[in-house]
């Protein structure tokens, strides 16, 4: 909030006081707005940069993420398992307030459920909440409304595409809850995905920010335990597993009439992942990345005179 004017975003309030920081709406937002976005959806445990995208993708700027709390970070936080809707109102919520609601019933497996005075949450949405949704969300995480904080920007907008392009290691991680895997075993997470460039409106962005992961993203995942485990699951944690994998996401999206609950599940995970452990010093990399597809879904223009 200190930074708004340097971030170029809105800092406001609902009629109920809960605070509204706009980060892409009206506001216009930026990169380093997205940056610091993706860290608040990590709740504070991990880290997020930018880097050089991979030579063979063309997009110049991709985005890393670290974390040494991956469960905490990424599933209990991050991952965004909290659909909020409202009279003409609709968002996927993500970031610490999860934790605070504890609903969802993947917290009954990890754990991380807490209870605080105050809630803070990201909303992937087009528009900011309004009053009742704000009240709603209050009362979910047990908090006086005054003490909800609610980050919002559209996935078009730039801070809005850094965040979802963050989620590399968190959508990995959810896929092995998917397979079962047990997460303890996972002791700190990398991942990089590159940023797809503009995208115009908010459906086209869902695409590419999809695409960025699922053909672009490589995630390491450090362990511990036995490799034969790692050996026998490997094979079905990168999004190439899924048999909706190889085309851009907005024509799979297309396929199914844009019913994105009629996707294969197991496609949405990063085109790499490898896991190092540290236990044996092996490391296994499974998947592989495939940038015919980003060029296709970013449609990069090479312009030579």
Aim: hydrophobic share 40%.
């Amino acid at each position: 909030m200190s930074d708004s004017h340097r971030l170029r975003i809105a800092v406001g309030q609902s009629p109920c006081r809960a605070r509204l920081i706009d980060c892409g709406i009206r506001a216009e937002g930026g990169l380093e707005a997205g940056r610091r976005l993706a860290e608040v959806c990590l709740a504070g445990l991990g880290r997020v940069e930018f880097a050089p995208a991979a030579h063979e993708f063309d997009t110049g700027l991709a985005v890393m993420v670290t974390t040494d709390h991956p469960v905490a970070g990424c599933m209990a936080s991050q991952y965004a398992g909290w659909r909020i809707t409202g009279e003409e109102f609709f968002a996927m919520g993500s970031g610490p307030m999860r934790a605070s609601a504890g609903k969802e019933a993947l917290f009954d497996t990890i754990g991380n459920r807490e209870q605080n005075n105050a809630a803070v949450g990201i909303l992937e949405a087009a528009g900011l909440p309004p009053d009742e949704v704000c009240q709603d969300l209050a009362q979910q995480c047990g908090v006086a409304p005054e003490n909800l904080t609610l980050l919002v920007a559209p996935t078009a907008s730039l801070a809005g595409s850094v965040q979802v392009v963050a989620r590399s290691v968190e959508t990995a991680l959810h896929k092995l809850f998917e397979l079962e895997f047990d997460l303890r075993r996972i002791v700190s997470g990398s991942g990089v995905a590159p940023l797809p460039p503009a995208s115009g409106n908010d459906l086209a962005a869902i695409g590419r920010t999809n695409d960025a992961i699922l053909y672009g993203g490589e995630v390491m995942l450090w362990v511990r335990g036995d490799d034969a485990s790692l050996e026998a699951i490997g094979p079905r944690v990168p999004s190439g597993a899924s048999a909706d994998y190889g085309q851009p996401f907005a024509a799979i999206f297309e396929r199914y009439n844009r019913d994105f609950y009629r996707i294969d599940p197991y496609l949405f995970s990063p085109a790499v992942v490898s896991f190092a452990n540290l236990d044996t010093g092996r490391t296994f990399r499974f998947g592989h990345t495939l940038p015919r597809v980003i060029h296709e879904s970013f449609d990069i223009r090479q312009i030579t005179a």
